[in-house]
């Protein structure tokens, strides 16, 4: 399965997490006639971070003219996701280095930020598809999913400014610093598109 971001609930834009993420997932159940209904498992990651989900889900799916050579199907997994990495952010997020004035203290700051991503809670993937039939067990399947992805964020600011006390006999600035860290938290979804080749039997 590979999942591709449409928009992320906060405007961000940082490459890891507005990236692909792949994975695969495996379902066992019964088969009602045109009924499935079943429990699975997985694993879902994205390649440019160390952060693995286990997604652990219910399913039910419900086929369209089974029996025939293609039929087609709609269903839904709904469960949880958990970061099984051993540091739950591992998305980098890399802010630009800001410089600002004020002019009426005499002085000037700079700060930059950076931080990190992970993801978990909740597992929910509607989906739609269509299956070729290969004999009276087995079928491939291809299908389009919707998966939102709710991300954690953690973000580290350094903040360092500089005041001008006044000036020495060279008549240059004479400066005092002062240096400030901080750290944010925040969520947001990444609602994503998924597509997926799988194998029934």
């Known amino acids: ?6 928009s992320n609930s906060n405007g961000t834009t940082f490459d890891d997490a507005s990236g692909i993420s792949i994975g695969c997932t495996t379902s066992h159940g019964v088969q009602f006639k045109n009924l499935f209904v079943g429990v699975g498992t997985g694993a879902m990651f994205i390649p ?4 693995v989900g286990l997604p ?3 399913e039910a799916r419900w086929d369209f003219f089974r029996g025939r050579t293609i039929n087609f199907f709609v269903g839904c997994k709904i469960g949880g996701i958990f970061n099984i990495s051993d540091d739950k952010y591992g998305i980098n997020v890399d802010g630009e280095k800001n410089y600002y004035y004020f002019e009426s203290d005499n002085s000037y700051a700079d700060y930059n930020y950076y931080g990190d991503a992970g993801y978990g809670n909740l ?22 999913s919707y998966l939102p992805m709710k991300f954690n964020k953690e ?3 350094h903040e360092h400014i500089s ?5 020495d006999s060279w ?9 400030n860290d901080w750290t944010e938290y925040s ?6 598109i998924a597509l997926s080749v799988g194998i029934d039997f």
């Open 1 to 6: 399965m590979t999942t591709f971001p449409i």
């Open 48 to 51: 440019s971070s160390y952060n």
């Open 56 to 58: 652990v889900f219910a």
């Open 123 to 144: 597992y929910f993937q509607p989906s739609v598809g269509m299956r070729f039939r290969l004999n009276n067990t087995m079928g491939i399947n291809l299908t389009l």
């Open 155 to 157: 973000t580290t600011f």
């Open 163 to 167: 005041y001008i006390t006044g000036n």
């Open 171 to 179: 008549g240059d600035p004479i400066y005092s610093h002062e240096y």
């Open 187 to 192: 969520k947001f979804w990444s609602h994503r």
